[in-house]
């Protein structure tokens, strides 16, 4: 008697089995995006509510932009200045600052005239004893002096006359390629403190509210894709050579009537568990495979609710 009981609940445990097999359980998904705060900041409007529907690129959370905008100015003005001092190299120096180089050097050059003159004198009054040898030392230094300034006029004339250097205008170049780069970085950084919605959807999660000072990386909102709608199950691997990417199946949805005809997606080809190594034929049937079946994204689903795929 008991053997007779125990080989009708094995029976009945198999059969069980069996028809649990016969059938893939999951769930209606939506693509979630979750966006996060790019800095540590404070929540400065919420424009929308949980269960609105909005358009890609509406604004969902918008953080303080005070620090970010003095930023940008910041990087602003220094691609200015960059640019500024660009055109000045490009440009060379003006006429008027030309002209009065060349005026200083001529002046210069006349004092050099004046001091060799002075300097042959007096060796000659020192030949004739009327003057002593320290007055010819110092009118030696002074024409040496008056020469080198004369030379260095000359100099800063002509540097002014042939313009700047190729290398300098492209250093020039490079400081203003850096500092609009940096203005790009500021410019980014300003824009990531309104968080706009990626795609069209519904707004699912607000977890924060006005006011609130969030840290960098923390949840800000989770918006629920409209251009997409599936059903994610897992199917043995007993019915996996029978099912195939196209296939229309028909869907069971909890809380509707009459089932929904979707289309197998995508099936991925590793498990999502119990080991694929070392199993024989009657553990393989334990294997579940991650399948994704669409339907048309306008379907009126919600999303989380409970779906059953009758398998071949």
């Not at 009945?12 to 769930?27: D, I, N």
């Not at 949840?219 to 709608?229: G, I, M, N, W």
């Not at 099936?267 to 294997?287: H, V």
């Amino acid at each position: 008697m008991m053997r007779r009981l125990l080989a009708l609940v094995l029976l009945q445990a198999l059969t069980a089995c069996e028809q649990s097999t016969s059938v893939a359980m999951g769930t209606l998904e939506r693509d979630r995006m979750l966006l996060t705060a790019p800095v540590n900041a404070k929540i400065v409007q919420l424009p929308v509510e949980e269960g609105q529907h909005v358009k890609q690129g509406e604004i969902l959370v918008q953080l303080d932009t005070v620090t970010a905008a003095a930023l940008r100015a910041q990087r602003q003005a220094e691609l200015e200045q960059a640019t500024a001092q660009l055109r000045l190299f490009e440009k060379g120096a003006r006429q008027e600052s030309i002209a009065a180089a060349q005026s200083a050097y001529i002046a210069a050059k006349a004092a050099a005239v004046d001091a060799e003159r002075q300097y042959q004198r007096s060796q000659q009054l020192v030949k004739q004893q009327m003057v002593g040898q320290a007055d010819v030392d110092n009118a030696l230094a002074n024409r040496d002096q008056t020469a080198a300034y004369q030379q260095q006029l000359y100099q800063q004339w002509q540097q002014l006359l042939n313009g700047n250097r190729p290398e300098e205008i492209e250093q020039a170049k490079q400081q203003v390629n850096a500092a609009a780069a940096a203005l790009q970085v500021a410019e980014k950084s300003l824009a990531d403190l309104s968080i706009t919605a990626p795609k069209e959807g519904v707004v699912d999660i607000l977890p924060w509210k006005t006011g609130d000072r969030v840290p960098a990386g923390a949840q800000l909102a989770v918006l629920l894709a409209s251009e997409r709608l599936y059903a994610r199950v897992y199917v043995p691997q007993t019915a996996l050579t029978k099912l195939h990417q196209g296939d229309a199946v028909m869907v069971k949805v909890d809380g509707l009537a009459d089932s929904v005809q979707g289309v197998i997606g995508h099936i991925r080809s590793q498990p999502s568990f119990t080991p694929f190594y070392a199993l024989n034929e009657r553990d393989r049937a334990r294997l579940m495979y991650l399948t994704e079946i669409e339907f048309p994204p306008q379907l009126p689903l919600a999303v989380g609710a409970a779906v059953e795929v009758r398998l071949p």
